[in-house]
């Protein structure tokens, strides 16, 4: 492509280090896009004749069908994607392939298919976290009223739903969403026509080229367009934020599986055995996605490297961008299809979450919360008399609500069998009537909210 410079082919290293299209031919399809809108264009504006337009068209078309066929022919020879698909061209329809590259260079070329790359990816990872949320939510609806303990520390808390549980997934993967929608609209710029840094000489209609591709609007600056990868790092870091929540959820999986813990059944679909220990069965999927923030947040980290202290405009360091996010964005995919099809999956214990909701003097909390409102106790003293309560059914060995009255009433005369209504999980959990509480019908109405939203 540079023949007329160059007298000397380049050295085997030259080439195994410079090349690129066993990555980028997964650029294929925005490549060939951007081809068409640019031949549209030069066409449009009279830069080319709108014959070698047709016969341009018509080369891509065929390339396109290649492609699909699975019978293009990736040379590296040819370095990336960009160079593969003009060779091809050439040899498709001749030296009138080579009007194509009329006002356009493989900076903004690349900088266009990546943007729409990523674009894509967004708008799928969006969806793929709606399937998710989706799947959340028909859990949480099924288990609504379903008693489970609450944590914090990872100590029985508060008694909460399972459905109340689910759905504060249902709430962080909404967020997550919305970044990958946030950072979609950002991005939304075209940067095609930026040429190789300084814009074109040649009277080219951005604009056009910027609507046929779904953009809002061309970029606003030549070296910034060639040069900007940030889409990809606001991409890379929504990611980011989803893996770690994910890798939550699949820690609590981890845990609710096991025979310690005993809350849920996973399905023989998401499971593994083990080749030695006949009894076991395994949440591999659950493990994997935990582990795959490390590939996801790793890609991150990769791009912002490569980016930091580079001088405008484009460097080759930047071909560097593509393999961290795609491989980025398949583990993501991999990990909200896995996730979605085990929440879909999994069978709660109901028996067991609503043993343990109520094991470990859960709760203590509504027998303060009691002796404040019933005998207008200052909520530090109703404290205080309920740690004494905890201690005395600690040695007595039973709960909170097996206490007899006469020991409550040793701490505080005043005490009625009344007190006993609000000890028990159900109640505990059906008085937390505050909006986001985990009462059972503020957790319906939520689930309704959602069902809205995502509808
Ligand atoms: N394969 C290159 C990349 O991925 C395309 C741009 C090359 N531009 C250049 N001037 N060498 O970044």
Known sequence: MWGGRFSASPNALMQAINVSIGFDKRLASQDIAGSQAHAAMLAKTGVISSGDAAEIQRGLAAIAEEMAAGTFPFRDEFEDIHMNVEARLRELIGPVAGRLHTARSRNDQVALDFRLWVREACDRSAAQLEGLQQALIGKAAAHADTLMPGFTHLQPAQPVTLGHHLMAYVEMFGRDASRFRDARARMNECPLGAAALAGSPFPIDREMTAKALGFDRPTANSLDSVSARDFALEALSAASIAATHLSRLAEEIVLWMTPQFGFIRLSDAFTTGSSIMPQKKNPDAAELI???????????????????????????????????????????????????????????????????????????????????????????????????????????????????????????QGISEDVFKVLTPAASSASRVSYGGTAPDQVRSQIKRWKDVLR
Do not use: C
């Not at 580079?310 to 991999?334: C, G, H, I, N, R």
């Not at 979450?353 to 404040?372: E, K, R």
């Open 290 to 412: 935990r582990a795959k923030v490390g590939r996801i947040l790793g890609s991150l980290t990769s791009l912002t490297v490569v980016m930091k202290g580079l001088p405008l405009a484009y460097s080759k360091d930047m071909q560097e961008d593509k393999v961290p996010t795609f491989e980025a964005f398949d583990a993501l995919e991999l990990s909200l299809l896995a996730m979605t099809g085990m929440i879909t999956d999994l069978e709660p214990n109901t028996e067991r979450m609503a043993a343990a909701a109520g094991a470990g003097f859960s709760t203590a909390t509504d027998l303060a919360d009691w002796l404040v409102r019933e005998l207008d106790l200052p909520f530090r003293d109703a404290h205080h008399v309920t740690g004494a309560a905890v201690k005395r059914a600690e040695q007595l060995g039973v709960d909170l609500a097996d206490l007899p009255l006469a020991e409550l009433q040793a701490l505080n």
